[in-house]
């Protein structure tokens, strides 16, 4: 597919640490509706590879089946990509990281991909902890198959066509604290001053890390009716409070009252700085978190922002004690261990 975007670039342009220009971390032209949310997030993401200096060809992006599934396409077209079948996204994810721990892995799903066909992938992606960025654009429906409702559409939650939804929702950020993962965070499509943060600070955690993002359906689910809705969620999130992503060997100069600021060490010595709105939550303990996520949806908002992070958790491949190489760059010798090493290993089963 041609794109129809300039080729022309002025000299002028910001560039990152590696030279690279905001263009070059860009993907293909939208097909999506005009005005939603999913191209807001297609932004941030590109917006967030931009500021981190990441390096396109050492990305991996995976996805589902969906709108949201499709938007791998409008970024970082220097990447790898593998769009799989509707919620099977975490295995092939898992397969990949498996084979090649090196490259970061970049998953996008959709609330109905996530939470309804892929459940049961996502929960174990979850409790193993494998290290990638897991995007969830949850726009409360099914937005490539006319709008159904999903398994995150609110109770009482009206879309276009539908009747209210009479079901419970899944919460995926409480779910995955719940689960085990080490960094959980909630964002807004509308709000990218604390989206583009949020995923950067994703993007540096070890681990899992699931980013849900609200991000509306303009043509089936934008009604007065939808807790999914622009309007509904700018007048009904409440952040967890502000932060700074301070990247490695980068001094920490802003200052907070004391009680009210919170540093988290990053595995690559990068510091997350929270600025708290609430000191009574402590986003590093998973109890605290699960009780303001239930306390604000008691009060009828939604909790924005880092809800909980764990920088003491070992990944996948800690866990299982895998090779520090990618598989694809191990010699004979590596891979074969001798007549000797054999035989001894064939002596335990005895
Ligand atoms: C096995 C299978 N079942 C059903 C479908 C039909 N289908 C395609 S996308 C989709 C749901 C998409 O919803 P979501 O993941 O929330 O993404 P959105 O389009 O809202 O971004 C469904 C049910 C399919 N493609 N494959
Ligand atoms: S149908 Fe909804 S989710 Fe799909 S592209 Fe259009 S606005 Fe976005």
Known sequence: MNSRKPVFRHPGLPKNDLGCTRSDYEGLDSTLCAGCGHDSVTNGIIQACFELSIEPHRVAKLSGIGCSSKTPAYFLNKSHGFNSVHGRMPSIAT???????DLSYIGVSGDGDTASIGIGQFVHLVRRNLNMVYIVMNNGCYGLTKGQDSATADKGSAS?????NPFEAIDLCEMAVQLG??????GFSGDKEQLVPLLKAAMLHKGFA???VIS????????ASSTKSYNWV????EASGTFDVIPERQEITTHYEEGATQSVALHDGSVIQLHKSDNSFDVTQRRSAINAIEDHREKGQILTGILHINETLMDTHDIIETTDKPLNTLTQEELCPGNQTLQQIFETYR
Do not use: Q
Request: charged fraction near 25%.
């Open 95 to 101: 397969g990949a990281n498996m084979a090649n721990k």
């Open 234 to 237: 700018r007048d009904h999130m």
């Open 160 to 164: 276009k066509k539908g009747r209210s």
């Open 216 to 223: 509306p359906c303009v043509t089936f689910n934008n009604t």
């Open 210 to 212: 699931l980013v849900d």
């Open 181 to 186: 993962a080490g960094f959980v965070a909630r």
